[in-house]
């Protein structure tokens, strides 16, 4: 596994950061949001590309790809994989992203407005079509079996980790690697957001600025980042005498068909995506002893993602927490980030806080985690991403 974000770009960081309850949120540097009602957010912090491409590559590579690299070839060294000696055309890329390589776009388009055509450059052209961030990291990589890139919004990276899965399930890869990048850090996005009033305006307080669940919630903390995971065939991974986090057990995905943006108000989406993974694992719901919750702290969310939780598991309570008032929201990589939280929570038997969470908001009566990480003997954990447009994809993990 490999990750590139504001609560760290190596794993024991962002592990310590997310059990110590350590939040990544700070003042923006990126760009000036002085005038805008949320100026905070989770940034990478003195990010070294060098580490793993050259100079000339970062100055037309949008710093979205450039997080996926640095993220995918962390998770390719972690796990002792040497991509030469494997099988060509049976090693695969999935990419998720929610806006991929718009702030490059950006740039071709002030360019366009200020010079005429010939400013415009290649950026947009390069940077910019749906495949560009699988491509860019096959190539780093020498990936040669396929490359996808994936978008459904928050959900992303999660349906890239499940669309692995199933390549190699249907015996078309021994090797996926998988994950999501983002770089929403943009004026764009967030004057967007904060006319949506998407996110969390208490700037006076960045650390304790979101908080998912609590009757004070009012929105995430948005951030940037990468997060990569090498999923192999169990037999192929025996035989090279690989380090295995966790077992992948199983995908379920749904789409609402509802609203562009709110969720279902019954969560019938997170529902019938838990129960299709429950059901394809294997897995009786009083085998699950722990839920990353999507918990975005946005009011909406919060109520229906715990009336899904509590429909699915009726009889049953999963510990339940959000991490991302540690690590931020970070969009179509949130599901991979997560992904990675919930494996080293298996391989730990320890979990997460919920952090900022004090009193639960009406209609939120999960058994969250509040307070500090607990340690719990847990077999089989489940991680939840929803996207706008209603895409909700839930992962099943299992402890090898």
């Not at 760009?31 to 100026?39: G, N, V, Y």
């Not at 790809?65 to 049976?90: F, K």
Request: proline letters at 4%.
């Amino acid at each position: 596994m490999g990750v590139i974000a504001g609560s760290g770009q190596d794993l024991t960081t962002l592990w310590h950061s997310v059990v110590e309850g350590r939040s990544a949120s700070r003042r923006l540097t990126r760009f000036d949001a002085e005038t805008m009602p949320t100026q905070i957010g989770t940034e990478v912090e003195a990010f070294d590309g060098e580490r793993f491409f050259e100079a000339k590559a970062a100055r037309r590579m949008d710093l979205c790809y450039q997080y996926g690299i640095g993220a995918a070839s962390s998770a390719v060294q972690d796990s002792g994989l040497v991509i030469a000696d494997l099988n060509p055309d049976r090693v695969g890329i999935a990419l998720g992203t929610s806006l991929g390589a718009l702030g490059s776009t950006m740039v071709t388009a002030d360019g366009l407005r200020s010079r005429g055509y010939r400013g415009a450059g290649l950026g947009a052209l390069v940077n910019s079509h749906n495949g560009a961030g699988s491509a860019e990291i096959a190539c780093h990589l020498g990936i040669h079996g396929h490359a996808i890139t994936i978008g459904t919004g928050s959900a992303s990276s999660n349906d890239a980790i499940g669309y692995a899965m199933d390549m190699i399930e249907l015996d078309r890869a021994d090797v996926m690697i998988a994950g999501g990048a983002e770089a929403p850090l943009l004026p764009i996005v967030w004057a967007s957001m904060c006319l949506g009033r998407i996110m969390t305006r208490r700037n006076e307080s960045p650390e304790r600025a979101m908080r998912p669940f609590d009757r004070e919630h009012d929105g995430p903390i948005v951030g940037e980042g990468g997060a990569f995971l090498v999923l192999e065939e169990l037999e192929h991974a025996r035989a090279r005498g690989a380090r295995i986090y966790c077992e992948a057990l199983a995908h379920g995905r749904s789409s609402e068909a509802h609203h562009p943006l709110a969720p279902h108000p019954e969560g019938t989406g997170p529902q019938a995506a838990m129960t299709k993974a429950l059901q394809r694992a294997r897995v009786n719901r009083e085998q699950v002893g722990y839920v990353n919750a999507h918990g975005t702290a946005t009011v909406a969310n919060d109520m229906v993602e715990s009336l899904a939780i509590q429909r699915v598991f009726e009889g049953h309570s999963p510990l339940v927490s959000s991490t991302k008032p540690v690590t931020g929201h970070l969009l179509g990589a949130a599901g991979a980030l997560e992904t990675i939280i919930a494996a080293l929570a298996l391989c730990s038997q320890t979990l997460p806080l919920t952090l900022n969470f004090e009193s639960p908001a009406q209609g939120c009566e999960l058994d969250y985690i509040r307070g500090a990480s607990r340690s719990a003997p847990v077999k089989v954990a489940m991680n939840l991403n929803c996207g706008f447009g209603g895409a909700n994809s839930c992962l099943m993990l299992g402890s090898f």
